[in-house]
């Protein structure tokens, strides 16, 4: 499909505008080596010290993939892969610290493992086999090197920027393009998929990119709109201090909650049985006119029964904990800016070190300094 022929609500998907685009970025690279992109999970709970189910643990790799390195353990160890349990993936190229679990009878065969780009820490006994989405988020360590401007002005862009997001409610939860695919690939098919209500298989995958990019779209469209911040008859909200889901029927009583954080919004990650406003409202009218722009029907995603369900996902991420400070130069590497933050899980770094980077002053630096 040439790019021409992409319609045009995919190729803005392809390219969400920047929330911050007023503002200059600080350019630069990131990855320049596997140190300078670590992540660290935040474990939804600690071991319980069940004895006789599981064993939980930390899985510290580098350069490898997470079902790579999982693979691996189970070669070695014998364990089957179905029996070991984690809670969520991490980024290949970078250093990552994960939990997972392994049956309590394994413990013994651990100490057997050994991996140049694996390491594996002290296990506790717990009662439960870790599943995906067991986590709270992730906390992210990275450097940005080669900068646009000196490393004082990059970190005054960075603030500057910071503080911008705030006003706007928070940095907006967009998937990044690790699950659409670079080249729009995954988009297309996941949307395709969706559209045909048909169950193929294992294309878990691509439905959930589908659903991810029908989700990007309803929230470009609400941002397009400046509805970012509004609260519709009918808009499915997010209680901040229990995570319980209510449908607005006062947007007014609403809003003032929104206004004082007690409340978030959320946006549609369309699926059969997914919580949606109640018929006839503005809310609704909204996530509908998504499915017709898309051209998926409510029928076909009914159809897909058990294989999408579909859930909320929040519009955006009001806080982020962002600490700012200069790195120095690691041997042939230049010096740069060093960024420290959390993000819950399913959320994706990507997309705010793309409202810090760009846009930077000139065509050329944008072309050399975009983020990989």
């Known amino acids: 499909m040439t790019p021409e022929s992409v319609p045009e609500f995919q190729a803005r998907l392809l390219d969400p505008p920047l929330q911050t685009a007023e503002l200059p970025g600080i350019g630069g690279r990131i990855r320049m080596r596997p140190e300078d992109f670590t992540v660290h999970e935040i474990p939804a709970y600690g071991p319980d010290g069940r004895t006789g189910a599981h064993l939980l643990l930390i899985l510290r790799k580098r350069c490898i993939g997470t079902e790579d390195a999982i693979v691996e353990l189970s070669r070695q160890t014998g364990i089957p892969r179905p029996e070991i349990g984690l809670a969520g993936l991490k980024d290949k190229d970078a250093v990552t610290e994960q939990w997972i679990t392994v049956p309590f009878a394994a413990g013994p065969r651990l100490t057997e493992f050994?991996?140049?780009?694996?390491?594996?820490?002290?296990?506790?006994?717990?009662?439960?086999?870790?599943?995906?989405?067991?986590?709270?988020?992730?906390?992210?360590?990275?450097?940005?090197?080669?900068?646009?401007?000196?490393?004082?002005?990059?970190?005054?862009?960075?603030?500057?920027?910071?503080?911008?997001?705030?006003?706007?409610?928070?940095?907006?939860?967009?998937?990044?393009?690790?699950?659409l695919g670079n080249d729009g690939g995954n988009l297309r098919r996941g949307l395709e998929l969706l559209a045909s209500g048909a169950r193929r298989g294992k294309a878990d995958f691509l439905l959930s990119a589908g659903q991810s990019a029908l989700f990007n779209l309803y929230l470009l469209e609400r941002r397009a709109r400046g509805l970012m911040r509004t609260v519709l008859l009918g808009d499915i909200l997010k209680k901040t201090a229990t995570g319980g889901l209510f449908e607005s029927r006062e947007p007014e009583v609403d809003q003032a909650r929104l206004d004082a954080s007690e409340l978030g919004l959320t946006g549609p990650m369309f699926g059969s049985k997914m919580r949606a406003p109640s018929p006839g409202t503005a809310a609704d009218a909204l996530e509908r006119e998504i499915l017709t722009l898309a051209g998926i029907s409510p029928e076909a995603l009914k159809a897909l029964g058990s294989k999408v369900e579909g859930t909320r996902?929040?519009?955006?991420?009001?806080?982020?904990?962002?600490?700012?400070?200069?790195?120095?130069?690691?041997?042939?590497?230049?010096?740069?800016?060093?960024?420290r933050f959390s993000l819950p899980a399913g959320s994706y770094a990507t997309v705010l070190l793309q409202e810090l980077q760009a846009p930077v002053a000139s065509t050329a630096q944008t072309s050399a300094s975009a983020p990989q």
């Open 114 to 179: 050994s991996h140049p780009a694996i390491q594996l820490g002290p296990a506790a006994p717990h009662g439960n086999k870790l599943r995906r989405g067991h986590l709270h988020g992730n906390h992210f360590d990275l450097v940005i090197r080669d900068l646009a401007v000196p490393g004082e002005e990059a970190r005054a862009r960075v603030t500057a920027k910071a503080a911008r997001l705030a006003e706007l409610g928070g940095l907006d939860n967009l998937y990044g393009n690790q699950r």
């Open 313 to 339: 996902r929040p519009l955006q991420l009001s806080t982020i904990d962002l600490q700012v400070d200069l790195a120095s130069a690691e041997g042939p590497l230049p010096s740069g800016l060093r960024l």
